[in-house]
């Protein structure tokens, strides 16, 4: 099955400072991905999709300039969190789309953000 | 708006059966997702229901009724593992997913 990394698994970072997760595709080609953040205890939220070769369209209220998105290759897209802050802990989680052949998307295991 | 509606939370037993709902209003229908999420995991794909009728996998079944905006996922032969999650998700007009909050399902022996 298709498979999707994420890179680091948890990360703990001083407020002020950026911290950049990986998400790749291991044995597809994505044109999309998604990033998503989640509370405890709540659902999903997407944050913003990302299109290979093309800016980031990101959902209301998801701060453009503080959530960086990359979408360099078929493979890999890059969500950097900008002079993180401590209400930016959360758990974020990206999926991948190969394509409207397939009906799910494949999603990466998540990375645990905690800014002290 | 767009809305997804499902219980917060449910208990069933082990080797029992459980049924959880889900209620969506949204732009346009392209097919609902049940996906399972342990804490601290990210989801993992369940089920697909694009036409109306009931879709068999397993243990795990998924019945969707268009028309009434309705789907359940049925959970057969309950084990402890099985205590998770459950989202339920539908991809609207934009094939975009919209997502439901969650049904926390709690399995006791």
């Known amino acids: 099955g298709a498979v999707v990394s994420q890179h680091p698994s948890r990360v703990i970072c001083k407020s002020g400072t950026s911290v950049k997760i990986e998400c790749r595709s291991l044995?597809?080609?994505?044109?999309?991905m998604f990033w998503y953040r989640q509370f405890p205890k709540k659902s999903l939220m997407l944050m913003a999709t990302s299109n290979e070769g093309s800016k980031a369209t990101y959902e209301q209220g998801v701060e453009k300039d503080k959530f960086l998105i990359n979408h360099a290759s078929l493979t890999l897209s890059t969500l950097t969190v900008t002079s993180a802050h401590p209400e930016d802990s959360s758990f974020y989680i990206c999926s991948a789309d190969p394509g409207l052949a397939f009906y799910e998307q494949y999603f990466g295991p998540g990375t645990r953000l905690t800014v002290t | 708006g767009q809305n997804i509606d499902q219980p917060t939370e449910m208990t069933a037993t082990e080797g029992a059966i459980v049924q959880i709902n889900c209620t969506y209003q949204t732009s346009g229908f392209n097919g609902l997702f049940w996906y399972q999420q342990h804490a601290g995991e990210a989801p993992t794909f369940l089920s697909y229901?694009?036409l109306d009728g009931l879709e068999e996998k397993g243990r795990f079944s998924s019945f969707l009724s268009r028309s009434k905006g309705y789907s359940y996922l049925l959970l057969k032969e309950l084990q402890m593992k099985d205590s998770a999650s459950y989202l339920c998700a539908v991809r609207d007009s934009n094939y975009q997913l919209i997502w439901g909050a969650g049904t926390k399902l709690i399995i006791k022996p």
């Open positions: 044995d597809f080609q994505a044109t999309t």
């Open positions: 229901n694009v």
